[in-house]
């Protein structure tokens, strides 16, 4: 069974505290389930991911146990991630899932924000005013990432660590 898709929608901050866990992942051989946390710009707020969230895939060998897509758009605030998320395929066949972070103000990791999805998981980060800064010491695991920052006039710095083999995509 595929796992549940999970909506979070708010009109200003959201914050996801440390006392619980997002989980959609899929059962035996089955996909992990979507999960789109989002704040709809009417009202300005920070979203702050600091709850575990995983998407795995399923742990039986099959080519359907993927790991999901996990998006958080921020319309109007930044996205601070400081627990992990984990996207990971849940067996060899599988494929891992992708992460999708976009803000109009900075994105950035605490102590504890993992971003997991080796070896194929994709991440794509974009502040359209601001930076991205993914530095966690121990690095991310990611396969793919795609940074980008949109400032006009001012900085928007790009700052990303990542733990093994990486390609760059734009």
């Known amino acids: 069974?595929?796992?549940?898709t999970v909506v979070l929608e708010a009109d200003g901050g959201i914050t996801l505290a440390s006392n619980g866990t997002i989980t959609t992942t899929g059962n035996q051989a089955a996909a992990a389930g979507e999960i789109f946390v989002h704040n709809i710009a009417t009202a300005g707020g920070d979203i702050t991911l600091g709850t575990v969230i995983t998407a795995k895939g399923g742990a039986t060998n099959a080519a359907a146990s993927d790991g999901a897509v996990v998006t958080v758009l921020n319309e109007n605030g930044a996205i601070a991630v400081n627990s992990t998320i984990d996207v990971s395929k849940g067996a060899a066949l599988g494929a891992d899932g992708a992460i999708q972070l976009k803000a109009t103000g900075d994105i950035t990791d605490g102590a504890s924000g993992?971003?997991?999805?080796n070896?194929?998981?994709q991440l794509l980060a974009h502040s359209s005013a601001g930076s991205v800064v993914l530095n966690?010491?121990?690095?991310?695991?990611m396969g793919t990432v795609s940074l980008e920052t949109g400032t006009t006039g001012a900085a928007g710095t790009i700052t990303y660590y990542d733990s093994d083999g990486l390609t760059l995509a734009t």
Request: proline share 0%; no cysteine.
């Open 114 to 117: 993992l971003l997991k999805g």
């Open 119 to 121: 070896a194929e998981g």
């Open 1 to 4: 069974t595929a796992g549940g």
């Open 136 to 141: 966690l010491t121990a690095g991310h695991q």
